[in-house]
């Protein structure tokens, strides 16, 4: 009698593809570095010696300008994965224009600041004008990334490389542009709620 062997199958395993996991890596460290910031100035707030501003209402449009930015790119994701080339064409351009906007918006924050006595250093300095600056800045060094980025993939659009079988660069692309969204509101709500 013959003995019969049963072969187990293997199991599935999680995967993930090498570069998205690189990029949920550098987000997941992003996160770090802001949740530091955030405690360093709920910590520094509670020293004493606090200026209390308003923060600039053109920090409200820039807010609205991200999250559109956000709504366009996820536009152009959607219409890669429909092969609609006319539409990601549009919605790639808009997420770029809106996202040299944001950093208009933000330069702008940043002059209203200056215009209302709140500086980053020097003698009429403080440390809540100074986190305003760096929180916004270093945000704002991220979405130069991500223009670059978004740069490239409207490169690509324009080439005909990004389509319905080829999406690993975009959907990073978009899972980055809408995470630096996210971070941006969550500064923003931050610092409106601790600023009083």
Excluded at 21 to 33: E, H, K, N, P, Q
Excluded at 111 to 131: I, W
Excluded at 132 to 142: D, E, I, P, R, T
Excluded at 147 to 158: M, R
């Amino acid at each position: 009698m013959e003995k019969i062997e049963v072969i187990e199958q293997p199991t599935s395993t999680l995967s993930m593809n090498p570069l998205k996991f690189a990029l949920w890596l550098f987000m997941a460290t992003v996160v770090m570095v802001f949740a530091a910031l955030t405690s360093a100035y709920l910590v520094r707030q509670s020293d004493g010696n606090w200026l209390i501003f308003d923060m600039p209402n053109i920090f409200y449009v820039s807010s609205l300008v991200v999250i559109l930015s956000s709504v366009a790119i996820q536009w152009a994701l959607w219409s890669a994965k429909n092969n609609e080339m006319g539409q990601l064409k549009i919605a790639i351009s808009l997420a770029l224009f809106l996202g040299f906007g944001f950093l208009f918006t933000q330069w702008l924050s940043w002059k209203e600041l200056v215009n209302v006595g709140v500086f980053f250093a020097g003698d009429k300095s403080n440390p809540s004008g100074s986190f305003v600056y760096v929180f916004s800045g270093l945000h704002a060094a991220h979405i130069v990334s991500g223009l670059i980025y978004i740069f490239l993939i409207l490169i690509d659009v324009f080439k005909y490389k990004v389509h319905s079988q080829r999406l690993l660069r975009i959907e990073m692309c978009v899972t980055y542009w809408h995470f630096l969204g996210a971070l941006w509101i969550y500064l923003f709500l931050f610092l409106v709620a601790n600023n009083h």
